[in-house]
């Protein structure tokens, strides 16, 4: 098992920038997968992006391609969401969640969740 915590959230205004971070304990994070997802104020939690395990695939929303880049220290047993030219748009918790096996853009697919940060962004 894992468990994850994020952190780096907080109020920026558009076109700022924010880097979240998602810190493991527990397994080594290079067992998994890792992914961000977001859930806006009434709606579904949506996917962002997604890394391998090894960092060498990225991919993205097209909401966010070009936007935001994920990373992944394995030594440091944390997985990262860099945000730049923020939009309001983009206001919501955002969660970090770690998948066993393979995993794309499904909610299902992942297997271990953090609690969430939240980002909020004034315009």
Not at 79 to 107: F, H, V, W
Request: hydrophobic share 30%; with cysteine.
């Amino acid at each position: 098992q894992v468990q994850l915590v994020e952190t780096g959230g907080g109020l920026v205004q558009a076109g700022g920038s924010l880097r979240l971070s998602c810190k493991a304990s527990g397994r080594t994070l290079n067992y998994y997968r890792m992914g961000w997802f977001r859930q806006a104020p009434g709606k579904e939690r949506e996917y962002v992006a997604s890394i391998s395990r090894g960092g060498s695939g990225t991919y993205y929303a097209d909401s966010v391609k070009g936007r935001f880049t994920i990373s992944r220290d394995n030594a440091k047993n944390t997985a990262y969401l860099q945000m730049n030219s923020l939009k309001p748009e983009d206001m919501a918790i955002y969660y970090c969640a770690a998948a066993s096996g393979y995993a794309t853009t499904e909610r299902t697919e992942y297997d271990y969740w953090g609690q969430g940060t939240q980002v909020t962004v004034s315009s």
